[in-house]
């Protein structure tokens, strides 16, 4: 971890007018597998800016930490907005996994082998799908245009929304991004539903 670089907190916008999220970024492009990673606070707001730090580390990681390519733009359209530094960031690798296995398929449980890296981006052992569910996929890079729709997708879940109400689902990366949420932050029986209006809206 490069930590000069790292710690600093950001506020993104959200996408179809969800408000704003807060992401913290870590710099971990000297591990040669990642370039930055991006953990999201479990704070967002409707348009009142927060520059309280500690309000925002202590609600809680929301996502993440998210497999970004490069460090957040803070100029322009949709730019974010440095709010501070949490001193206190993560220095370690954080658990995460992988398989060797086309991710594609609507539902990861019925993938194998899953691996479980703990605090190497090396040594794994190998797990069933649910001991490693609820961590990321750290291999998978998140396009930062992408990460906000990330946020917005698994919110729109939660709210009881149908997410393709929002997102047109015949485009592969929105399915893609949809698949990844649903796999990671839900339980399988959510995923099992979720997975059934997808099969009928790109049928």
């Not at 790292?6 to 990642?34: A, C, H, N």
């Not at 990681?61 to 957040?72: T, V």
């Not at 449980?109 to 609820?134: M, Q």
Request: glycine share 6%.
């Amino acid at each position: 971890m490069i930590n000069k670089n790292s710690g600093f907190i950001f506020r993104f916008p959200l996408e179809k007018g969800l408000g704003y999220g807060y992401s913290e970024i870590l710099d971990s492009s000297d591990s040669k597998t990642w370039e930055y990673l991006a953990i999201i606070y479990n704070f967002f707001d409707q348009g009142e800016m927060c520059m309280d730090i500690s309000r925002i580390v202590s609600s809680g990681i929301y996502m993440g930490p998210l497999n970004i390519i490069k460090y957040p733009n803070t100029k322009g359209k949709n730019a974010w907005k440095l709010i501070g530094r949490n001193e206190n960031f993560s220095k370690v690798i954080p658990p995460h996994k992988s398989v060797p296995a086309d991710i594609r398929n609507y539902d990861w449980s019925k993938l194998k082998p899953w691996r479980y890296f703990e605090d190497s981006i090396f040594n794994f052992t190998e797990v069933d799908y649910e001991k490693v569910r609820f961590i990321e996929y750290l291999n998978l890079i998140t396009h930062n245009d992408s990460l906000p729709k990330k946020v917005t997708m698994k919110k729109l879940i939660e709210m009881g929304e149908k997410v393709d109400n929002y997102y047109d689902f015949s485009d592969q990366g929105n399915r893609n991004i949809f698949v990844q949420v649903i796999n990671t932050y839900f339980s399988q029986e959510k995923v099992e539903d979720l997975i059934k209006d997808l099969i009928n809206r790109v049928n």
